[in-house]
């Protein structure tokens, strides 16, 4: 079984502060995916990443995959409180199925 | 854009009841999935199908059951509610895109068994 841990589970932070969300995994990834969750919404893809080392960026989100595709991290510049939601990364092995990690709770304190 | 969409968003039910959570998605996507999400548990996996008629268990599929009788519609059945699946229960579906299988989420079913 494949399984992916997020850390930290809980961040609070203050409007412009930078932060790193991480996912990590003894396993290899053919993929990995980034999701956000909003209050009684279902979550929406942000970006994936298939190649290892790869970088992408969307607007103040930096997010990177692990060379050996085992790992990724979540970065949010100058962060604001229209980011503050549930962050899930999910990773894709052989299958079409992904596993999820448990998520991190983002709270961006005006 | 992908479109899922769940029958109810909020969903009260007597134990012992009879459940019916329905998704549809409007993309012709071949695989769909039901997942529940609990706090501090994340995403856990019900059942997923890959074609029309075909199910395959994930990882909790004790007291669901599926059905998938047109490509666009999965649905989800509690066969006798019990309050321990008190949920959320979130659909989805994949479009295969850059590589990787995206996976697409309606809004959920918060469903709450008495």
């Known amino acids: 079984t494949q399984l992916l841990e997020q850390s930290p589970q809980f961040l609070s932070i203050q409007e412009g502060e930078n932060l790193t969300v991480y996912c990590n995994s003894s396993?290899?990834?053919?993929?990995l995916q980034w999701y956000r969750q909003e209050p009684g919404e279902g979550p929406v893809l942000l970006v994936t990443?298939?190649?290892?080392?790869e970088v992408k960026k969307l607007k103040r989100l930096t997010f990177q995959f692990g060379d050996a595709r085992k790992d990724s991290s979540l970065h949010i510049t100058a962060a604001q409180p229209g980011d503050t939601g549930l962050y899930l990364c999910?990773?894709?092995?052989?299958?079409?199925?992904?596993?999820f990690g448990s998520g991190t709770q983002l709270t961006v304190l005006p | 854009d992908v479109k899922v969409t769940q029958s109810s968003r909020y969903l009260v039910k007597r134990t012992g009841e009879k459940v019916f959570l329905e998704c549809v998605q409007d993309?012709?996507?071949?695989?769909m999935f039901w997942y529940r999400q609990d706090p501090g548990l994340g995403l856990r996996l019900i059942y997923f199908?890959?074609?029309?008629?075909?199910?395959e268990k994930g990882d909790i599929p004790e007291g669901y059951s599926v059905s998938r009788e047109k490509k666009e519609r999965f649905s989800l059945i509690l066969e006798s509610a019990s309050t321990n699946q008190t949920s959320m229960y979130l659909c989805?579906?994949?479009?295969?895109?850059?590589?990787?299988?995206?996976?697409?989420f309606g809004p959920g079913t918060r469903l709450t068994v008495t």
């Open positions: 989805a579906s994949t479009l295969y895109h850059g590589g990787a299988y995206e996976q697409y």
């Open positions: 396993s290899v990834f053919s993929s």
């Open positions: 990443v298939v190649t290892g080392g």
């Open positions: 999910a990773g894709a092995g052989s299958a079409r199925q992904l596993t």
């Open positions: 993309m012709d996507h071949e695989n």
């Open positions: 199908s890959y074609d029309v008629k075909m199910k």
